[in-house]
């Protein structure tokens, strides 16, 4: 059984990383606050976005673009958008079971994967997944252009007939103590058949457009396309943000509990060693008088 002493180094060593784990937890508190924020001002119109143009290319007649169409290549893109570091709960973990799942699910395509934050790569390289590459942000966080820039050089290879399809794999926030793992596919953006007989009986007049629907899809179908990306790491972000915040508020509590339960054993301690002195005093003042 420990001693005075040692339960308090232990104390102390917990109330340390009690402070650490508190001042963890207000950081991220503070981080998801402004990773709501933008995810709550750009995913209505990202989402809205999506669906308009979806719509408008399903039902436009005789119209094609790239980015919509089929093909029969069976080599794919995942991109597997993670977190740089760790001490987020089951973030990472939850992540890279979905992903694992997926590659599991398609071992006859021949997936090539690019990551962003290192922590699910570095569990994929361990089950022999070959990163393809890492793409790294200026700042903490992603900057619209910088998102552009990588969608950019991941499409090239979808419109060069190189892959047939690239996805997305993020987790998605819901709140602050909770997200769900998804895999989307981004390319091709085209609607299957099932989807298109249920737009036409919806809108069964197809829309007027000016100048042209080529015009209009063609300049906004590739916007949709980096938009719905750069949401999905948006979502990411503020994932990230509430499952350390909820990691850290877990380690504070379990640290005071801690520091509740030594302190109650070593007072427990001291109290009977302070029972034994008396007794030890008593017995020898006894022994004098007899």
């Known amino acids: 059984m420990a001693n005075i002493k040692d339960l308090k180094v232990r104390i102390q060593s917990t109330k340390n990383t009690l402070k650490i784990t508190s001042a963890m937890k207000l950081v991220s508190a503070a981080k998801l606050s402004r990773a709501q924020g933008r995810i709550t001002g750009f995913k209505p119109y990202s989402s809205e976005l999506d669906q308009t143009v979806r719509i408008a290319s399903a039902l436009a007649q005789d119209y094609s673009h790239e980015y919509l169409e089929e093909s029969e290549n069976q080599k794919a893109v995942l991109l597997v958008v993670s977190s740089e570091k760790g001490l987020c ?8 079971k979905k ?26 390289l361990r089950e022999g997944i070959e990163d393809q590459k890492t793409f790294k942000f200026k700042g903490s966080e992603a ?11 991941l499409t090239q290879m979808f419109t060069n007939n190189e892959v047939g399809s690239i996805s997305v794999a993020y987790n998605s926030f819901i709140s602050a103590i909770e997200f769900d793992s998804k895999i989307t596919q981004v390319l091709p953006m085209s609607a299957s058949v099932e989807e298109k007989e249920k737009l036409a009986k919806e809108f069964p007049v197809d829309f007027i457009y000016e100048p042209s629907a080529k015009e209009i899809l063609d300049k906004l179908i ?6 719905s990306v750069y949401s999905y790491i948006l979502d990411a972000v503020a994932a990230e943000h509430a499952a350390r915040m909820a990691a850290m508020d877990n380690a504070t509590k379990n640290s005071q509990e801690m520091v509740r339960t030594l302190t109650l054993t070593m007072n427990k301690l001291r109290q009977a060693a302070i029972t034994t002195e008396l007794t030890e005093i008593v017995s020898g003042a006894e022994s004098l008088n007899s």
């Open 89 to 96: 709960g089951g973030y990472n973990n939850q992540l890279f």
């Open 222 to 227: 590739p916007e949709v396309l980096v938009s």
């Open 143 to 153: 900057d619209f252009s910088e998102v552009k820039n990588i969608v950019e050089e």
């Open 99 to 124: 992903v694992k799942n997926f590659l599991n699910d398609n071992k006859n395509k021949d997936v090539k994967c690019y990551f962003i934050g290192r922590k699910v790569k570095e569990l994929l």
